[in-house]
């Protein structure tokens, strides 16, 4: 059973920074390209950015510039790093290959953004 945790989301007011945090398995880490996704209230799981095994990244419009996604081979983690958080980043992010697999959608982590 694949587990993914993520962590590091919390409450910050806009223009402030989170550094949201993904372990994994070694083998699930070294085998698959990576993703970060979010999910509003009402709204479809969408995309954020995306990470391959050799470390080409890509973003959704709304985010490029302001996160970046970064794989940590050493701990087998995969960091989003979002700065100057607009309170429509609101949302539980999760954590997940990319592209997804419906197995692997573990809790997420909640970032609340106040203006």
């Known amino acids: 059973q694949v587990q993914l945790v993520e962590s590091g989301g919390g409450l910050v007011q806009a223009g402030g920074s989170l550094?949201?945090?993904c372990v994994v398995s070694a083998i699930i880490f070294r085998l698959n390209d990576m993703a970060w996704y979010r999910q509003a209230p009402g709204k479809q799981r969408e995309l954020v950015a995306s990470i391959t095994t050799?470390?080409?990244t890509n973003y959704v419009n709304s985010v490029k510039g302001r996160f970046t996604i970064s794989r940590d081979n050493a701990k087998n983690a995969v960091h989003l790093q979002m700065n100057v958080l607009k309170p429509e980043d609101t949302a539980v992010y999760y954590c997940n290959a990319f592209p997804y697999k419906d197995?692997?959608?573990?809790?997420?982590t909640q970032v609340?953004?106040?203006?």
Not at 103 to 108: A, E
């Open 103 to 108: 197995s692997w959608w573990g809790q997420g």
């Open 19 to 21: 550094r949201l945090s």
């Open 112 to 115: 609340t953004v106040s203006s």
């Open 54 to 56: 050799s470390s080409s």
